[in-house]
T-cell receptor, first 114, second 113 residues
Framework: DTAVSQTPKYLVTQMGNDKSIKCEQN?????MYWYKQDSKKFLKIMFS???????INETVPNRFSPKSPDKAHLNLHINSLELGDSAVYFC?????????????FGPGTRLTVT | QKEVEQNSGPLSVPEGAIASLNCTYS??????FFWYRQYSGKSPELIMF????GDKEDGRFTAQLNKASQYVSLLIRDSQPSDSATYLC?????????????FGAGTRLTVKP
């Protein structure tokens, strides 16, 4: 069984469109995340979210918004897509207790904005 | 100063050799340290984590942590061509802060047969 899944795997769209990426985890984790990995492979956190708190990386444009219908899902909605949004987006999850809270990643969504 | 720094490589080692990957971090209060492996076109997968000073071994992998020097390393013994990937070092802040894991830019490792 896939622990963290994302859909779609590939997304090609035009500038100005609005799109969503879905993420689901079946690990029973409390916290979910969205990361952006750019062309230089640098992995940067965008959001972390649990049922108590949404933490937004201050560098993320407000065109990006996470939406969580329940603890197992965290979707990413992007408005007015720009060329610079092209990247691979990874969803991840972790348990919210314990000494370490290692994160488990989904397979990624490659977004291409033309 | 970057929060988590790694030598981007590429690091090339012959099959069977020991590969040594290094990482330094800037926040002295950092709590937990992780090594992820990322194959090209794939997602990061967790290899090891460490939170106490010293060595932690798991099969061919050994993580080493020195909090005084703010340094964490990963040794891969008996390197195999299948170990060729980018290795990401990640660090988490002290407990009580958010779960904001910071990643280094990664070191590309190539193991030559």
């Amino acid at each position: 069984d896939t622990a963290v899944s994302q859909t779609p795997k590939y997304l090609v769209t035009q500038m100005g469109n609005d799109k969503s990426i879905k993420c689901e985890q079946n690990l029973g984790h409390d916290t979910m995340y969205w990361y952006k990995q750019d062309s230089k492979k640098f992995l940067k956190i965008m959001f972390s979210y649990n049922n108590k708190e949404l933490i937004i990386n201050e560098t993320v444009p407000n065109r990006f918004s996470p939406k969580s219908p329940d603890k197992a899902h965290l979707n990413l909605h992007i408005n007015s897509l720009e060329l610079g949004d092209s990247a691979v987006y990874f969803c991840a999850s972790s348990q919210d207790w314990g000494l370490t809270y290692e994160q488990y990643f989904g397979p990624g969504t490659r977004l291409t904005v033309t | 100063q970057k929060e988590v720094e790694q030598n981007s490589g590429p690091l090339s080692v012959p099959e069977g050799a020991i590969a040594s990957l290094n990482c330094t971090y800037s926040d002295r209060g950092s709590q937990s340290f992780f090594w992820y492996r990322q194959y090209s076109g794939k997602s990061p997968e967790l290899i090891m984590f460490i939170y106490s000073n010293g060595d932690k071994e798991d099969g061919r992998f050994t993580a080493q942590l020195n909090k005084a020097s703010q340094y964490v390393s990963l040794l891969i013994r008996d390197s195999q061509p299948s170990d060729s990937a980018t290795y990401l070092c990640a660090v988490t802040p002290p407990r009580g802060n958010n779960n904001d894991m910071r990643f280094g830019a990664g070191t590309r490792l190539t193991v030559k047969p």
